[in-house]
């Protein structure tokens, strides 16, 4: 059974707020971006990652937050923080990292890229021919583009999109109609590239850029012909991009969903950022035109989008200048030649992405498709991009007239669009798509196969951690599971029944279920592995997750840590639960692992008095994975294979002193040091799987 109604209480001194553990988590990716062992190029992609992981902060969690504000809402958060008192810290603390963040961008990776003959060309210090170059570009692709609106009775402010890129120009004079409003903005559209790259010969570099701001910049009088500009600066907003669709009112999802689409880009502003010599008469303009206050504006010295520059090491062919490239492995016991169901049927296979191939999953797809024995094809689709092979193997499935049942996610936050597009295109060639349970995402990543074979029925599934994203698997570390376990097929089966027809719950053999029996699951692992260690013996608990935030869950561990049961929390970025205290949590230990790839496996470990308990999940240790959304975790049953996640997905991470953070009882994170052997566990998972030599 799901969580009751009944709300429990807990001990907000026992809590590590969840916005401010996100913001400690952006602090880690920025110390990538200064770390001088990582490549400079990709020192510039971390940097533009904190501002891409920023934007979503804002457009959900702050969004969330200035909506309690808004409202006047009085609830406290689980570590007992109000909306008002959340709100200013979050404030603080990312004009904190943002002031960290430029600093270290225009104090430190651009003058390192100009050594390397990488320049981002300011209009301070352009040559008369780089000035020349620069009007014609402008002139020929810029301005034939642009709608300079002038501020008045009759042309109101304009909306403003989410995240684009805006000038607000201070003006004197009077036009041809004779009109002095003093005020004008530019809107940049997203079709002109915000980075633009000069010919060779002009710079004398083997890369020269600049920035589109510069241009608009240097050549906004032209847009205003005949009136004197007295400043130009550039802005951006951020939007509520979180989407709400009413249970009780909507008939179709999809319709629905498709409307609140185009709201999106107009939600309510909830971050102003502005260029650092913006007249405080404009600021003040922008901020009234949005409705934002002080504590939401955020003044920045130089581009008010470094996410624009992710493009950059892209362009770039400066392989010293990047990590080493790779190839991902095949694993053992997947014959490229052999049959892969016949490689199945012989054992489990695990497949552990980024180091090993995601093509195996793709292989199977296409083999269902291809293979007229395969009667059936199930699967969930939560994210999978705009153009994905395997969503085209399940179109050429159901054209080939297979059963084919996709549970498709609408509400994937982000990945709406695609979503619905593959939806309609599934449809158009006769496969059945459902859209999950109203209410509850479903965020499971399963794939179900049904094959004839002598006479009988056979089901061969896929179990994984992460996305059927075939880009993502390049970046994500997760684990797959190719089985044809009759009774793990058995449960996916039933997890498909549920989300597509109708009736209650059918007991699952292997599989812990969100919202049903996932958490009262892990709670009863912790709880089994207390008493174990308040009977003497050794009690043993692992877990690697993105997040750990559910509080029942936390104070499980707690109890457990209060009788000895040794707990290692592997979390990558929000971690409510606070380690080593004494009395409390003097047995836990939490790390965060920041490196190459975005760590994504979920694994949970439990000795169980010498049994070795193990399963993995795509669920966090979250309230909305529990109790909010369609997760399931799987069991590791095969022995070989739990060696193998032991020994790929804890073991490095556990004695990691490079790329590793530990929190101590203060809750603040610190960085490992090697003092002797340098220990990296992605980097000793390249060298096992991929074959590359540590650095």
Known sequence: MHRANNIRHFNSDHFINRELSLLQFQRRVLAQAADPTVPLLERL???????????????????GVKEQLRLGSHAVTTDGLSPSALHSLISAKVHSIIAEQYALLNDTILPALATEGIVFLRRSVWTDAQHLWARDYFMREVMPVLTPIGLDPAHPFPRVLNKSLNFAVELEGRDAFGRSSGSAIVQAPRALPRVIRLPKELTGVDYGFVFLSSLLHAH????????????????????????????EEVKDLRASLKGELQQRHFGDAVRLEIADNCSGAMANFLMKQFALGPADVYRVPGMVNPVRLNQVPDWVERPDLKYRPFLPTRPKGLDKQENIFAAMRRQDILLHHPFQSFEPVIELLKAAADDPDVVAVKMTVYRTGTDSVLMEHLVRAAQKGKEVTVVLELMARFDEEANISWAARLEEVGAHVVYGVFGYKTHAKLLLLVRREDGKLKRYAHLGTGNYHPRTTRFYTDFGLLTANDEIGADVAEVFKQLTGLGQAGKLKHLWQAPFTLQPNVVAAIREEAEIARAGRKGRIVVKVNALLEPETIEALYEASCAGVEIDIIARSVCALKPGVPGLSEHIQVRSIVGRFLEHHRIFYFRADGADKLYMSSADWMERNFFKRIEVAFPILDPKVKRRVIKEGLRPYLGDNCQAWEMDSDNVYRKKNPRTTRRAAQEILLKELAGVPIA
């Open 45 to 63: 992609r971390f940097l533009c990652i904190v501002s891409s992981n920023l934007d979503e902060f804002f457009e959900v969690r702050v969004a």
């Open 220 to 247: 906004v009088g032209e847009l205003f012909e005949g009136m004197n500009v007295l400043g130009c600066y550039q802005f951006r907003v951020t939007r509520n991009s979180d989407m709400f669709v009413d249970e």
